[in-house]
């Protein structure tokens, strides 16, 4: 009975489908595999690396993917710390500065920094983010006790900063932990999660400037959000030799506020593949039994593990399980003792050792900034945002080629961001898999209805080909309706007639949530969606991409024309495209400084911070380029400098009024 019921459903759904459609141009498609949607309390499975040298091209893939969702590749520039201490608590064996720093100028880290008292340095140093405790960094409860866990550490001869989560304590007076949510700075690669792990590594900075640490011993250690700061930062930064991240690392959930979740960041990947990244450095995962990190003993440890077993490293990994809720507790904490007092200290065994007992000042006499006012350089979350977005200009500017040798180095940097940005690839013609729902033979041509897609994804791609008699080469048209905007009532369109007058073959096709295809629906409503999931322009990329590989499958010189809306999403593929001989572009009177354009039309997390546009110049020239129905602000100087830069300006023609169907055939006339 179930299966009739989902029959006749299917087969409603094929009615509507089809009647919203010109009859000759549907090509029915049943189920999308895109509408399926990655979230942060999947279960995920660690992949099995079977050599170093697979995991090694793996990590520097996460390396890339961590950056470059976070804002940080290329790193920014570093600014001068100017480090300030507003305050000094004197312990009989340690001390405890307030201390605040600017990782970006007029933007502040806020902390304590614990130091031994009457032993001899240089100490090595631990940098202790926190996690989402009510009191932050003076949170001391019996789950956790960060100013205990300092003091512990200040005595067994570490230098220890505890620093503030954006938005709390101190911080919360210079923004919100809400900070960062904003559309439009995720185009910029602008996120609460990048700010924090950029204040971590500027963290590093501030550790390796005291006279009293030895820079060469930093390790890092926090919980829960503090865990995810943790494995963050060392992922990507060697300089922490040791880490103790406690109660993250999981594959059952990865991690549910706005810091730790940046657009893109797990895309293709999770939490333990970035834990893993620590290897071959000493690392302790901290787990216990009440929470997400319940099943690390014979889950995310063993993978772990394994990755450590490829360097002959396992004696540098371990994991401590205490029977508690999320935590970092005393045991937890006396686990983290002896492990960084045998890798930093070459002291003991790595086994726990016992916490001496502590009384912490007042709270109060802790702050940064104990009377709430902020120092006269203190800027504003609206003037971080536009200093972050003025960053990103003058660094696209900086970067712009004026030579080969600047033209590659801009394609080995730029190119980086706008591939892991749009994240789409042209698959290689093994990867597809095409299926031809019919065929008709009409007046001078050959139409086939089919379906398109990668055999790994299980996107269906609705499409129409026309085939001449005697074809000579391709073309790929995408339009925002899709394939039915290449027929004329029961006829093909006049520029489809003219292709095939011209002996080319024309491809047609839906991109994702265009034509036949525009009533998929994705849950776009769960927590972090473009952390996990790919925008609706990104996978209208790869569906022209995917075209693209098809008709270079049939051995045929390839054209793509993208018309009205579809002109950009064209222009931002053909960045990513092979062997592609003409692109011809209607940039449809984009408003192109706009950033709620982008928005709105053409949302891709990252896409303004990876150059857009104009990184897809660079990958496009020297080849041919025809764009037409341009506005003033399209940046069409910057194109006609690169084509320049490559000897090549004949290749590239822009022109303000928008192209008749007659004006683009005449150009395969040239």
């Not at 450590?308 to 205490?322: E, G, L, R």
């Not at 050792?353 to 709430?372: A, C, H, Q, R, W």
Request: aromatic fraction near 10%.
């Amino acid at each position: 009975m179930r299966h009739i019921l989902t029959l006749i459903f299917l087969l409603i759904i094929k009615e509507a489908v089809m009647a919203q459609s010109t009859d000759w141009t549907t090509v029915f498609i049943p189920k999308d595999g895109r509408t399926e949607v990655r979230h942060l309390d999947m279960v995920f499975t660690f992949p099995n690396y079977t050599t170093r040298a697979i995991w090694e091209s793996r990590s520097e893939h996460l390396r890339k993917r961590i950056l470059t969702s976070t804002g940080l590749y290329p790193m920014p520039e570093r600014c001068p710390l100017n480090p300030k201490v507003t305050g000094k608590i004197e312990g009989e064996d340690y001390t405890i500065e307030n201390v605040y720093f600017e990782s970006i100028p007029g933007f502040f880290v806020t902390g304590n920094l614990y130091r031994p008292k009457g032993k001899q340095g240089p100490f090595p140093a631990i940098a202790n983010p926190h996690g989402h405790w009510v009191h932050g960094r003076l949170e001391n409860q019996e789950l956790g006790s960060i100013p205990g866990r300092c003091i512990n550490y200040a005595r067994l001869g570490f230098v220890s900063f505890a620093y503030d989560m954006i938005g709390y304590n101190d911080s919360k007076l210079q923004v919100p932990h809400t900070y960062g949510s904003d559309p439009k700075g995720y185009l910029w690669g602008i996120s609460l999660m990048g700010l924090q792990l950029w204040n971590s590594i500027r963290v590093i900075d501030f550790l390796q400037s005291l006279p009293d640490v030895d820079p060469d011993r930093i390790g890092c250690t926090g919980a829960s959000g503090g865990g995810t700061q943790t494995f963050m930062l060392m992922s990507i930064d060697k300089r922490v030799k040791v880490s103790v991240p406690a109660v993250m690392i999981s594959a059952y959930m990865q991690g549910g506020c706005l810091c730790e979740n940046a657009p893109n960041l797990r895309i293709d990947c999770f939490n333990v593949e970035i834990g893993a990244m620590m290897a071959p450095r000493p690392m302790l995962m901290l787990s216990c039994t009440g929470d997400w990190t319940s099943h690390t003993p014979e889950v995310e440890y063993p993978a772990i593990r394994g990755i450590y077993q490829m360097y002959d490293a396992v004696d540098k990994v371990k994991n401590v399980h205490v029977n508690a809720g999320h935590n970092y507790n005393q045991e937890s904490r006396e686990a983290s003792y002896g492990w960084f007092s045998k890798w930093l200290l070459g002291v003991g065994d790595g086994n726990s050792i016992k916490e001496t007992p502590f009384e912490l000042p007042n709270s109060e006499d802790m702050l940064v900034f104990p009377d709430g006012k902020l120092p006269e350089n203190a800027i504003t979350g609206d003037q971080l945002m536009a200093y972050l977005i003025d960053k990103a200009k003058s660094q696209i500017l900086s970067l712009k080629p004026k030579d080969s040798a600047t033209l590659q180095a801009y394609r080995d940097v730029m190119g980086v961001v706008y591939q892991y940005a749009i994240n789409a690839k042209q698959p290689e013609t093994c990867d597809l898999k095409i299926e031809k729902v019919n065929e008709e033979k009409r007046d001078n041509y050959r139409l086939e209805r089919l379906i398109i897609g990668q055999k790994s994804v299980g996107e269906r791609i609705p499409s129409l080909l026309f085939v001449p008699e005697n074809p000579t080469g391709a073309v790929l048209i995408v339009h925002q309706f899709g394939k039915s905007a290449l027929a004329d009532g029961d006829s093909p369109s006049p520029l489809v007639k003219g292709l095939l007058a011209k002996s080319k073959i024309v491809l047609g096709i839906d991109t994702f949530k265009t034509g036949e295809t525009a009533l998929i629906s994705r849950n776009e409503s769960i927590n972090h969606f473009y952390t996990y999931n790919l925008s609706d322009t990104a996978l209208r990329i790869q569906d022209i991409l995917t075209g693209l590989a098809y008709l270079q499958s049939l051995a045929y010189t390839v054209d793509l024309i993208g018309l009205d809306q579809a002109g950009i999403w064209c222009l931002l593929a053909r960045g990513l495209a092979r062997n592609v001989n003409k692109t011809i572009i209607d940039a449809n009177q984009i408003d192109y400084e706009n950033d709620d354009v982008w928005v709105k039309d053409l949302f891709i997390p990252h896409i303004r911070k990876a150059g857009d546009l104009r990184t897809s110049s660079v990958l496009i020239a020297p080849n041919k380029l025809y764009i037409h129905n341009i506005s003033d602000s399209f940046p069409s100087e910057w194109f006609r400098d690169i084509y320049s830069v490559v000897g090549s300006p004949e290749s590239l023609h822009i022109q303000a009024e928008k192209m008749s169907d007659q004006g683009i055939l005449n150009i395969y006339k040239e």
